[in-house]
């Protein structure tokens, strides 16, 4: 086994690791999202909605960057550490937001619009940092084994699986 072959089976093991612990934060987000908001279903679509956004961006971002960069793989332990760091502070900003949360609801109960406004905006204030490093992962490691000779292709389709 060639070794860039046997670094991608190493490098889908840790993905795998990284997608299940972005799982697990999303997850926990929406638990204690759910004691901020009150409702579930606001909850559910302020985490999904900053999960999914904060991928696209980080992806779209760290793609550009992961085509400029000579250490992609350096570069993508550096977010790995960053997500650690983000997830970390997330407890104390979900405090932060308990604390305000109802006194923020009820200057907006009028305006259901500007109240899901704020309610994702400081959803993703809080999660969205730690979602766009995320994001950033397939794109860096993909970039490292096309400069090891596997093609783009290949190496996105096979850690976009096992990621998935």
């Not at 400029?68 to 550096?78: E, F, I, V």
Request: charge should be positive; aromatic fraction near 12%; proline fraction near 3%.
């Amino acid at each position: 086994m060639s070794h860039a072959r046997r670094s991608l089976w190493i490098a889908s093991g840790l993905f795998i690791v990284s997608g299940l612990t972005a799982l697990t934060y999303e997850t926990i987000w929406f638990k204690r999202l759910g004691h901020v908001w009150g409702s579930s279903s606001q909850a559910m679509a302020c985490v999904v909605a900053t999960f999914l956004c904060g991928l696209g961006l980080g992806a779209w971002w760290f793609g550009r960057i992961a085509d400029r960069s000579s250490k992609p793989l350096a570069l993508y332990g550096w977010c790995e550490l960053g997500i650690a760091g983000a997830a970390l502070l997330v407890p104390f900003e979900i405090g932060w937001l308990l604390e305000r949360a109802a006194g923020l609801s009820v200057s907006l109960a009028g305006s259901p619009w500007a109240q899901t406004a704020l309610r994702f905006s400081l959803t993703f204030a809080a999660i969205g940092p730690a979602c766009v490093l995320m994001g950033a992962t397939l794109p860096l490691l993909t970039r490292e084994f096309a400069t090891r000779g596997l093609s783009v292709g290949a190496s996105a389709a096979w850690l976009y699986a096992f990621n998935t």
